[in-house]
T-cell receptor, first 112, second 115 residues
């Protein structure tokens, strides 16, 4: 079982709709969770982090964490073509304070 | 200010050769990380430095891989006797400290191709 699992996609969403990206993780001791965006040929860029159960909102982005279900999600409201990218879910390793474990990413495509 | 920089941006080498990849972190950042990203995969942790010392090198795949950060700033990832399977994008990241809450800022990466 992979430590961080994501559906590889592609996920196609019409412009203006809500894009929902999901991720599960295997280590119940994990405490810190991140969403990175990666455009093709570019390096990852942090867009959200979440540490507590529940929702965290930042502009059009909402991260959701459910530690009991070991589930993290990212919602993107009012999707724009510029949101088309690969979204990487990442988890801080509970055994090493600064080691981040990434999922394989979900490719999101926003169609005009 | 300047972000994380990595050189070279592309490196093509032959199987069995030695390569060095360089990372210049953001000025003042004490923590530095190396990752490797293969096509269609997320970055894979290799090693993390706090200052000059390697605080966690558990991700280095074998003893052909070695990294240094002698003055606590620039870091070099060294790969001996390269193999075709080493082909990937090598990413460097830095953060102000090693706290979990510190954002890791990634450089543009070095694309290594081993022929």
């Amino acid at each position: 079982q992979k430590e961080v699992e994501q559906n590889s996609g592609p996920l196609s969403v019409p412009e203006g709709a809500i894009a929902s990206l999901n991720c599960t993780y295997s280590d119940r001791g994990s405490q810190s969770f991140f969403w990175y965006r990666q455009y093709s040929g570019k390096s990852p860029e942090l867009i959200m982090f979440i540490y507590s159960n529940g929702d965290k909102e930042d502009g059009r982005f909402t991260a959701q964490l459910n530690k009991a279900s070991q589930y993290v999600s990212l919602l993107i409201r009012d999707s724009q073509p510029s949101d088309s990218a690969t979204y990487l879910c990442a988890v801080m390793s509970p055994s090493s304070a600064s080691k981040i474990i990434f999922g394989s990413g979900t490719r999101l495509s926003i169609r005009p | 200010g300047a972000g994380v920089s990595q050189t070279p941006s592309n490196k093509v080498t032959e199987k069995g050769k030695y390569v060095e990849l360089r990372c210049d972190p953001i000025s003042g950042h004490t923590a530095l990380y190396w990752y490797r990203q293969s096509l269609g995969q997320g970055p894979e942790f290799l090693i993390y430095f706090q200052g000059t010392g390697a605080a966690d090198d558990s991700g280095l795949p074998n003893d052909r891989f070695f990294a240094v950060r002698p003055e606590g700033s620039v870091s070099t990832l060294k790969i001996q006797r390269t193999e075709r399977g080493d082909s990937a994008v090598y990413l460097c990241a830095s953060s102000p400290t090693a706290r979990e809450t510190d954002t890791q800022y990634f450089g543009p990466g070095t694309r290594l191709t081993v022929l």
